[in-house]
């Protein structure tokens, strides 16, 4: 059993929660440890030092991310790793020219892979029926976001930073031609690991209260409204002190999903998926 936290834990622990909610003590500090500390201090951060990562290092976050869940043990994902600049600029051009893909000194795109899992079958000559199912895909999806969580968690305990970029499903079609990837293998979204360059810092972004996303017994809608109303307050200042486009969240929400347009390519993902060799039945 965890001692109590001493008042120096207890502080830290306040000014994170707070940080993140924009609000008071949530519920009172009973327990407290380092990895708490490390996911609570989680900022997306999107300017880094070329200093490239010690030997060793991403090794050890791959092995993190490995020891993340994956269902029914099928490890339906993988993962590249971009060092290489130019081609770190030819997939920034694909994310909308994110400067932050050229500079970090490593970008892992993953992938949702179910290329190994038909490779093995057909070697023993057996066809895969569940392969083209949604829900197939949608394992390999999980697994990969899930692997990536795990890295990001371990980089961050390291002392480096990281963002992620979804951007790169703007043309996956690219990406897979530039990372030559076979059929039935997609790229997710990729990610950022490196230094964070002191000269920009990046802060820690409030998310939705806790009355917003946490129900208990039952869903409801109208319970929401009073910590969507306060989140969309708290991420107005948020944006006005990072000097940021303040919109607050609920504009946000709406500009992000009222038009086709606004979804940069991506609408096209149910073709894309078919070429990429998944039917999706």
């Given at each position: 059993?965890?001692?109590?936290?001493?008042?120096?834990?207890?502080?830290?622990?306040?000014?994170?929660?707070?940080?993140?909610?924009?609000?008071?003590?949530?519920?009172?500090?009973?327990?407290?440890?380092?990895?708490?500390?490390?996911?609570?201090?989680?900022?997306?951060?999107?300017?880094?030092?070329?200093?490239?990562?010690?030997?060793?290092?991403?090794?050890?976050?791959?092995?993190?991310?490995?020891?993340?869940?994956?269902?029914?043990?099928?490890?339906?994902?993988?993962?590249?790793?971009?060092?290489?600049?130019?081609?770190?600029?030819?997939?920034?051009?694909?994310?909308?020219?994110?400067?932050?893909?050229?500079?970090?000194?490593?970008?892992?795109?993953?992938?949702?892979?179910?290329?190994?899992?038909?490779?093995?079958?057909?070697?023993?000559?057996?066809?895969?029926?569940?392969?083209?199912?949604?829900?197939?895909?949608?394992?390999?999806?999980?697994?990969?976001?899930?692997?990536?969580?795990?890295?990001?968690?371990?980089?961050?305990?390291?002392?480096?930073?990281?963002?992620?970029?979804?951007?790169?499903?703007?043309?996956?079609?690219?990406?897979?031609?530039?990372?030559?990837?076979?059929?039935?293998?997609?790229?997710?979204?990729?990610?950022?690991?490196?230094?964070?360059?002191?000269?920009?810092?990046?802060?820690?972004?409030?998310?939705?209260?806790?009355?917003?996303?946490?129900?208990?017994?039952?869903?409801?809608?109208?319970?929401?409204?009073?910590?969507?109303?306060?989140f969309d307050t708290a991420?107005?200042?948020?944006?006005?002190?990072?000097?940021?486009?303040?919109?607050?969240?609920?504009?946000?929400?709406?500009?992000?999903?009222?038009?086709?347009?606004?979804?940069?390519?991506?609408?096209?993902?149910?073709?894309?998926?078919?070429?990429?060799?998944?039917?999706l039945d």
């Open positions: 059993m965890n001692a109590r936290p001493d008042e120096a834990t207890l502080k830290l622990a306040r000014e994170l929660l707070h940080a993140r909610y924009r609000a008071g003590d949530i519920a009172g500090v009973s327990a407290w440890n380092d990895t708490l500390a490390t996911l609570l201090s989680h900022r997306s951060v999107r300017a880094y030092q070329s200093t490239p990562l010690p030997d060793g290092t991403l090794e050890l976050i791959v092995a993190a991310a490995q020891s993340a869940a994956t269902s029914s043990n099928l490890q339906t994902w993988s993962v590249v790793a971009v060092e290489d600049a130019d081609r770190k600029a030819k997939l920034s051009a694909v994310a909308a020219n994110q400067a932050h893909i050229r500079e970090c000194p490593v970008f892992l795109v993953w992938l949702a892979d179910l290329a190994r899992v038909d490779h093995l079958a057909k070697s023993r000559g057996i066809s895969l029926a569940a392969l083209p199912f949604v829900e197939t895909f949608l394992i390999a999806v999980i697994d990969a976001a899930l692997a990536a969580q795990n890295a990001v968690v371990a980089a961050e305990s390291l002392g480096l930073s990281t963002v992620y970029i979804g951007a790169l499903r703007n043309d996956p079609e690219t990406v897979a031609a530039e990372l030559q990837l076979p059929p039935r293998v997609m790229p997710v979204f990729g990610l950022c690991i490196g230094y964070a360059d002191p000269a920009r810092p990046a802060d820690i972004k409030p998310r939705l209260g806790q009355g917003a996303v946490l129900h208990r017994e039952h869903y409801s809608i109208p319970a929401q409204q009073e910590g969507i109303d306060e991420l107005l200042a948020f944006q006005k002190e990072q000097k940021m486009r303040a919109v607050g969240w609920i504009e946000l929400v709406i500009n992000r999903l009222a038009t086709i347009p606004a979804m940069m390519g991506r609408e096209r993902l149910r073709e894309v998926l078919r070429t990429f060799s998944f039917d």
